[in-house]
């Protein structure tokens, strides 16, 4: 039996964080740093649970992102992964309905940097690749993030108008900045 549940990073004990760390680490081999482990917490997560193991997680964070004269309360999005021999049996919508209905809830907007692999899965659930170029406020100023230009999505909601042609520049963090 699977069983989605969300919960603040406050609220999850160190026994679920352990188990969703590993299975970032086992996804993303050693491609997932402490860094991007950081990234991922501090905001509500999606855990999708079966028969007592954890088989998929993601979750929102809050950053700003500067786009269109105004600073956006953005819901970005962080360590999206489903155990691999748990794919393509709808748990990965899942997960990013439960985000996606905080992101509608309490954000402006909502981001995310894509893996190459996961294009399409975005794609297919109405977030919007970003076709402008991306840039990052950075402690010594404004920088371009060249790299990121073909990762980043974003999912606009109807209260704020987005240009995906125009700049857009996400906040200072330390490792992969998008
Ligand atoms: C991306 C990922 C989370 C998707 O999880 P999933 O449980 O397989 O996704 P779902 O079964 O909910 O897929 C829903 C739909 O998304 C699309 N989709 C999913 N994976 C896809 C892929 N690799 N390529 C293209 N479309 C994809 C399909 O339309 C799919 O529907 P379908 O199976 O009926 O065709 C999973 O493949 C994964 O963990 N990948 C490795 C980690 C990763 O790259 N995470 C993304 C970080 S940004």
Same mark, same amino acid.
Request: aromatic share 8%; with cysteine.
């Given at each position: 039996?699977?069983?989605?549940?969300?919960? !603040?990073?406050?609220?999850?004990?160190?026994?679920?964080?352990?188990?969703?760390?590993?299975?970032?680490? +086992?996804?993303?081999?050693?491609?997932?740093?402490?860094?991007?482990?950081? !990234?991922?917490?501090?905001?509500? !997560?999606?855990?999708?649970?079966?028969?007592?193991?954890?088989?998929?997680?993601?979750?929102?964070?809050?950053?700003?992102?500067?786009?269109?004269?105004?600073?956006?309360? +953005?819901?970005?999005?962080?360590?999206?992964?489903?155990?691999?021999?748990?794919?393509?049996?709808? !748990?990965?919508?899942?997960?990013?309905?439960?985000?996606?209905?905080?992101?509608?809830?309490?954000?402006?907007?909502?981001? @995310?940097?894509? +893996?190459?692999?996961?294009?399409?899965?975005?794609?297919?659930?109405? &977030?919007?690749?970003?076709?402008?170029?991306? &840039?990052?406020?950075? =402690? @010594?100023?404004?920088?371009?993030?060249?790299?990121?230009?073909?990762?980043?999505?974003?999912? =606009?909601? =109807?209260?704020? =108008?987005?240009? @995906? +042609?125009?700049?857009?520049?996400?906040? &200072?963090?330390?490792?992969?900045?998008?």
């Amino acid at each position: 039996m699977t069983e989605l549940r969300t919960a !603040h990073t406050a609220d999850l004990d160190i026994v679920t964080l352990t188990a969703a760390r590993t299975l970032l680490d +086992t996804v993303f081999g050693g491609d997932m740093t402490d860094q991007d482990w950081e !990234h991922a917490l501090g905001g509500i !997560h999606a855990l999708l649970w079966e028969d007592g193991e954890l088989i998929g997680h993601a979750s929102v964070v809050q950053r700003r992102v500067l786009h269109g004269g105004r600073a956006l309360r +953005t819901g970005y999005v962080e360590g999206v992964v489903v155990r691999a021999d748990r794919r393509r049996r709808g !748990h990965g919508a899942a997960l990013m309905a439960a985000l996606e209905r905080v992101i509608r809830g309490g954000f402006e907007l909502g981001a @995310l940097s894509a +893996t190459e692999e996961a294009l399409g899965f975005y794609a297919d659930r109405g &977030w919007r690749r970003w076709q402008g170029l991306t &840039w990052a406020l950075t =402690p @010594l100023g404004i920088a371009r993030t060249e790299e990121d230009d073909d990762g980043v999505f974003v999912l =606009p909601l =109807p209260e704020v =108008p987005i240009d @995906l +042609t125009a700049e857009l520049v996400c906040d &200072w963090r330390d490792g992969d900045v998008w």
